[in-house]
């Protein structure tokens, strides 16, 4: 048993109606975000992933073992699906219990894993409520609640930020980071970018059914060469450094930080751009406190690669 | 020699406890969810019509020794012009129909396909359930419906019961609807795996039923209500438009006609295995 997902030429139509085209992948432990417009293929990747839909073509396996083995597989994946919808008339306490159950687990076993996922997601008070009386928040919850309960290895999360308020966003944040520290697969759709991305250790951009690039963020961004990289620096003097980068490397754009403190570089060449900054701060005429990607994220790369509109550049 | 080893040895391996217990639980889930349900009020209201108007009869109407067989007649028609042709067949439509493509509909199948249960126990489970549910509330409505008849003639109902051919009878009306229930929620399940809308395969379904007796015998062979025939312990003779559906057909025993009526289930059963096996969810489509 290896510890990768697998998608090995994977291909999906609906009758005539292109869902994703060859997508090979190769995605290790760690967070991963599945990046793209609407309609793009991600919750179909998800879905041929677990096995809800089949593949016109190609194989996948997650950690060695195919989807249509559903005893060892679901054994090992969770799946919070973005379907909001559930069994008729049943509680939050019996949705998460009954799955539990059907892994064979005992009833004090099933109990004790319930009550644990259930306190997990903050939703003791209402576990014993049906369903249909829940919020948009809280049926997200009992989803995710129902999908970690079992300890699996693997989390395939789509859209799992949907209808959470700022606080439960944060807290859901908290475990994914958290989960991917243990060293479990998180597989994450979101269109919320900004805070999927502080946590991502890899990124997979989709559109079209295509698959557009896939990676590291920052690999991924310094492959996106038609588009200069923005830097951040954090120095004493913002004007004379931008007027000595403007000459020495080829920047296109400076901008100046809010708080004058900073500013905001465009280069072409990363790599000669860094070089002529430790120059620059080793002369000493400016002190530099401080230099970040500006523009290595998650976001930036979905506006660079696919684009306001959807439409791959 | 070596194969048979071979078959003995994959079959040992395979985790049949796990499945069992995955197996009952899943049945638990199901008849929890069927059995006590709001929908299923107009299945209830199928099985216990007969009942409830056999229960005026008891009550209204004044009860001669010398009635006893036509009563016996008129019971033995309410089951097998009722109950079989109508009550179960539309009953088991109802309950066997919702296991899957009711969830397709309701969109919650996925919860199941998600769990660590293959979907072939899944599939075994929720017929299980689903006959459970159906025999439970037929045979307890056949049940009531015997007694309420006999009921009303004290003694001699009580003697032509325990002393004469009416415990038969009756074992062989509650064998008929669980043979009735097997059957058609078999069909049924397969039809609503196969089908989005699985009424216009119902209806075909319901008038092969009723031409069942004049087609060769081969066809009549692909039928439930030929097996139940064959099992009837009381003729009627019928007239008129009934005639059609009571035609005498080529004799079967009784136990061919039950394991005939196995096997149709088994084969059905099979073949909604197969197919589970490639079912997707495509809820938008639904």
Known sequence: MNDLIVFNNVSKFYGEVLGVNQISLTIPPGITTLVGPNGSGKTTLMNLLTGLVQPSSGSISVMGISPQDATDFFRNVGYCTQFDFFPRGITGWQFVLDGLRLHGMSQVEATRLASESIERMHLGDAAHRKIEGYSKGMRQKIRLAQAIA????????????????????????????ELGRQGMH???????LDEVDRISDRVVLITGGYLIAEGNIHQVRQEVHEKPMQVLIRCDRPEVLASKMFALNHCVEARLHADGRGVFLRTGDIDQFYSILNEIGSEGVVRIDAVAPADDNANAIYQYLIGPDGSAS | MRQTKSLRGTLGQQPWALWWTQGRRLTGIEVRRNLFSWKALWIYALAFIPTAIILAHALVDIHRVSAIDEDTNV??????????????????????????????????????????????????????????????????????DFVLIYAPFGAAGRDYIFNGPGLGQLEAYVAIIILACLGYGSVFLLLSIMFRNPIPGAIILLGWEAIN???PSLLQRLSVAFYLRHLMPVEIGAQGLFALLTVKTEPVSAGLATLGLFLLTAAVLVFCCLRIRTLEIRYTTE
């Open chain 1, 150 to 177: 079992h300890h699996p290895k693997v989390l395939v999360l789509d859209e799992p930020l949907n209808g959470l308020d700022p606080m439960a966003r944060a807290e859901s944040m908290a475990l994914f980071e």
């Open chain 2, 75 to 144: 019971l033995a028609g309410i089951i097998q012009l009722y109950y079989i042709r109508l009550g179960v067949f539309f009953g088991c439509l109802g309950i066997f129909t919702r296991l899957i493509r009711g969830e397709m509909v309701e969109r919650s199948l996925h919860f199941y396909l998600l769990s660590p249960v293959r979907r072939e126990i899944l599939l075994l489970s929720k017929f299980v359930a689903g006959s459970i549910a159906a025999l439970l509330l037929f045979v307890t409505a056949i049940v009531a």
């Open chain 1, 186 to 192: 998180l597989l994450i759709s979101s269109h919320i």
């Open chain 2, 213 to 215: 007796p004049i087609l």
